[in-house]
């Protein structure tokens, strides 16, 4: 199913995710990547791999964002998306975008959820001195962070590790969780449910 990456930063997760796609048995296929930054890194690689790119500057909006995701709508109706990844996308969106998107949109977030919403989960992490971290791919609705988790992997937190060491630990991980549960919804496996992530994996 078509599907459009939005980043506003270094696009490793987009990367990830253009990687798997390249099998022609995944069932995901990026039709778009989007950033609402044009000095996203990210949108180098993605030209260099041959994808669609499309720039919807957030800076330009102001605070209008019903404004700032109607250009975004376009976009992806442009490029007949079904479905969204957001990929480090630093832009919160409406309760309108979400719902409309419901169901159809995930988001990759850089901590065992619900622990550590937000942002600067890795200092956050080794300031509370949990011994475990990682990362969750989620369903995204309106509350930032809050939607049903569909697929996490855990790492362990070292006694050495500063914070840089423990986000490329996490980050590992990211790159490999997120094109599974991209793959899941995208093949119908994945169901939003009563609020709840559904995985159906039987054959
Ligand atoms: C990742 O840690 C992701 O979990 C978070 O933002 C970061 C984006 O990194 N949402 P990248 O742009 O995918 O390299």
Known sequence: RRTAILISGRGS??????????DPAYPAEIALVLS???????LARAVEAGIPTAVVASRGFGKDRAAFEAAMEAELAAHGVE????????RVLTEGFTRRWEGRMLNIHPSL????PGLDT??????????????????????????????????????????????????AE??????????????????????????NTAP
């Open 13 to 22: 997760n987009m990367a990830a995710l253009l990687a798997a796609a390249t």
């Open 36 to 42: 609402n930054r044009a000095d996203a890194a990210g």
């Open 83 to 90: 479905l969204i990844a957001l990929a480090g996308f630093m």
């Open 113 to 116: 959820l619900p622990a550590f």
């Open 122 to 171: 890795h200092a956050r992490a080794l300031a509370a001195g949990v011994r475990l971290h990682g990362c969750t791919v989620h369903l995204v609705t309106p509350g930032v962070d809050e939607g049903p988790i569909v697929a996490q992997a855990a790492v362990p937190v070292l006694a050495t590790d500063a914070e840089e060491a423990l986000a490329r630990r996490v980050l």
């Open 174 to 199: 990211e790159h490999r969780l997120y094109p599974t549960a991209l793959a899941w919804l995208a093949s119908g496996q994945l169901r939003l449910e009563n609020g709840r992530a559904v995985l």
